[in-house]
């Protein structure tokens, strides 16, 4: 019996979308194949990794793992970024405004955009900028900080069914990418982006993000969520569900004991450090392997070690 | 291949003799036909329609048997390629390597490392299931030495590696009873590995490196002479590889029927290069991504934590969710004076809850509600977290005489519960939390600093 390569046939593209300014931008998307599957086809050739920093020092919300990495740097968010870039070789920077959170300091929009501006003028590489999950305040602070990083080509979020309209609107008018968040459902998601679209806004900017679980909570759900919406970019060729998808790992996965408890709190588990990285690379990797294409990171290494076996995955056998 | 009920049931003896134990024959041609019975539960059939039909009754995937007793190891038997689709029936297996040239101190050390690999987590025991002794010595002596060693101390299955049939007749003598894989049959000793493996019965590895075509028409030889246990290993070491060899088996077995790579895999993620961070990386692609068999290098805790939760997580039943045993759970070392918190029984809502309470650093209490492993809101809707099942729950669980308050807190969602339990309740304050578990910290935080309690 001869062998032939079971090729799939697939009627649609993920939409390339390119962030950042001057001569840094980078590009993501653009695969015409499930994950890594270049035998057959044009498959993902670049995946940015990006690492998180924050608008306000989080010792004490942050696992020890994390913040004996950053130190002092973490009171200073510009200062922060410049070591992601230059020392951790971050592909972009993604800054969670934790810090206008009505509970975390209620920073004002005018403080975050301070902070904003600083973090742009320390960088070259394309910024993520991000709210504190908070739906009222986010919409506030966004109109704002999204003006202050006019024509960056940075990536905002996240917009949701609650305040979207704000952030098309700002999005569009300061020429940023926009993050559509939903909650855990194709067809929430898919909702979103077809409101955004209605709204107006260029369903090429948009970047989708199916709410990101980690190990052992939830991953599973997530797993197939965006597993499913990559076959029906693919297969189906439904043009709202072709943006690509971010993948915000880090705050979900150093909050789990799993990922931060010391040797002697679990001495079962084994070794705190290598197990937190782990439980953020296989995070990742899952998320990839189901049409990730854009990873936000806590721990450099785990970075660092993902971005190795990306090499792998895309070395042409 | 792939009948239809109608036309599996023309083969069938048409008798409805219920030995089948279904009611009528087109009822068992049904189920032929979506794979959920073999053929062999008719005992009336044909040798000619048996012919035919074992063809459509073959599960895509075969089903290869390892080890022994309860601790026997399922393989293959795959239906789908994602598992939104259906549940993926056999986790992937785990082996530590052992090489024959190491000391036996390190070589005991070794086997008890994987006795002692057991974890329990959300209700399951999960452990490493199998060792991989590989020939490095060159001895067959010594090679028959350390499996008869690891058979005398483990338990576990055993993958007998190496390219040599002398070596591996030599071990086999001792460890045939524990129904060990052989691995491996190549281009250039599939003859006498195969005649070994039909001699005793056992499973047998099938290694080419050489492309999938090579790969496959090596499968074919070996089957050809009669051994149909088989586990394909392409040589397949860096995650690309990888990734497109065991999705283009997985493929071609179940999309394309293709018979010759019909069969469970096996891959070794640490012959890639590089520490036990990079093979757990590779082999957690493994993971999701098709291999039956993984072979590692390194098993230490911080890394097994991880894979066993990954494997559970990608191998559950995506309709059935994964459920928590109702209870009252301790957080911390509560008093009776600790908060009390109510959620449901789905282990994605208890592990969440559980963690930010954990977060919270205060003690508290954790009753969960049996909600058949629905979430909260979805609980709520379907009438299954409701008063009087909460106040049932609060009395069966003796909560009354573990805390001396009587505050109850409950998810923001259902707030509107709180009067009815109440009613139900008497002498009970129902407090009702927030929404999202996120901001459970700040909230018994703050509810302890203004002793609310």
Redesign the interface.
Known sequence: ??????K?AYNGKINQVEVGRNQHKLIMGGEETLP????EGKAVSTVPLALEIQDINPTGDWASSLTEIYGSVMDNPAEWARMCQDEFKADMICLRLAGTHP?NGDRSPQEAGKIVEAVLSAIKVPLIILGSNHVEKDAAVIKHVAEVAANTGSIIGKAQEKNYKTFAAVATAYGHKLVALSDLDINLSKQLNILLTQSGFDSKNIIIDAMSST???????T??VM??IR?SALQQNDAMMQMPMICDIGEVTW????AKATEQDQP?????R??G???E??TA??FL?AGGNLVVFRHPEALS??R??LA?????? | MGLTGIQIFKYLPKTNCGDCKFPTCLAFAMRLAAAQVRLDACPHVSEEAKKVLTEVSAPPIRLVKLGMGDRTIELGDETVLFRHEKKFNHPSALALLIADNLTDQEIEQKIQQVNNSVMERVGQKLRVELICLQERSADPARFAQVAKKIVASSEAGLILSSFKPEMIKAALAETAARNPLIYAATEENYSQMTALAKEYKLPLAVFSDKGLEALSSLAEKVAAEGVEDLVLDSGARSSGRMLSDLTQIRRAAIKKKFKPLGYPTIIFPGEGGGDALMEAARAGIGIMKYASLIVLNSIEKEVLLPLYTLRQNIFTDPQQPMQVAENLYKVGEPNQDSPLLITTNFSLTYFIVLGEIENSKVPSWLLVADSEGLSVLTAWAADKFNAPKIAKLVKKQNVEEIVKHRKLIIPGYVSILSGEIEEELPGWKVLVGPREAANIPKYLRDMTSSAAL
């Open positions: 019996m001869a062998y032939t390569v079971p799939e890594f599957l270049s035998f509970d190990l052992g909570y939830g991953l599973e759900y797993y197939s597993e499913r076959l909050k789990v004991k799993e079962a588990w084994g070794a705190v290598p197990r990285i782990l439980w690379v296989l990797l899952s392997m070690r993902v190795s076996i792998e995955l895309m070395a042409t056998a």
